[in-house]
Each structure stands twice: as C-alpha cells, then as structure tokens.
C-alpha cells in the first residue's frame, strides 16, 4: 500500500531551525499535491503550507517568511524548512500526499503518523 513516514521533529530553542522530511512510498501511480498541516493541544489540524506538482505554493500566513516548503518528485518526498521557530509553532506535524495509489487505482489523501515540534527554552 502507501506510507508516509515523516522525520525532523524534536526540541528548539526561540529562534532556532528545524527541516521536517517525509516520504512517500508503496504502490504509487502519481503524487499531486503534498503538504504539512500542524495540531496543536486541544485544537484543530491547520494547514501550514502545500505545494502542488507544479511548484504552486500556499503558506499559512502565521508562517510566511518563515517556513519554506519544496519537494522532490523523483523522491516524492515533501520538506518543510522551519526558521525562526516560536513557541507558538509547538505542534503535531502533519505530511499529507493527494496521491493515486497504484493498485487501488484511487486518488485520495494519505496521512503520515505526525512528528512532534517543540519550541521552549
């Protein structure tokens, strides 16, 4: 089947940097857009940043300027480069694909397992 297996998260301090990384793998026919969303305690998964096939990028604006986000296709891997890191950003981390799975041949969203972000000095 598919897996997204994400890797990065841990602890910084105010101000440092972080680079999430998740790969997709499996029974894969074609990957569309990718992304990271983020789950803070007691709140609702948000969006944090996407990337389609063709480079179309959206940020939440609490993150503009700060994160970045680019992916490898050949890898169909997603990176989410976090600068600038606040407390406020102390989350779950999300990967998300839209991908068409090549045995079931349907084209949903899959979900990584989530990494945890933490930023505390």
């Known amino acids: 089947q598919v897996q997204l297996v994400e890797s990065g998260g841990g602890l910084v301090q105010p101000g440092g940097s972080l680079r999430l990384s998740c790969a997709a793998s499996?029974?894969?026919?074609?990957?569309?857009?990718m992304g990271w969303y983020r789950q803070a305690p007691g709140k609702q998964r948000d969006l944090v940043a996407k990337?389609?096939?063709?480079?179309?990028?959206n940020y939440a604006d609490s993150v503009k300027g700060r994160f970045t986000i680019s992916r490898d296709n050949a890898k169909n891997t997603v990176y989410l480069q976090m600068d600038s890191l606040e407390p406020e950003d102390t989350a779950v981390y999300y990967c998300?694909?839209?991908?068409?799975?090549?045995?079931?041949?349907?084209?949903?969203?899959?979900w990584g397992q989530g990494t945890q972000v933490t930023v505390s000095s």
């Open positions: 998300n694909a839209d991908l068409e799975s090549s045995i079931l041949g349907i084209r949903r969203d899959y």
């Open positions: 499996g029974s894969i026919r074609r990957t569309y857009a």
């Open positions: 990337i389609t096939s063709g480079n179309s990028i």
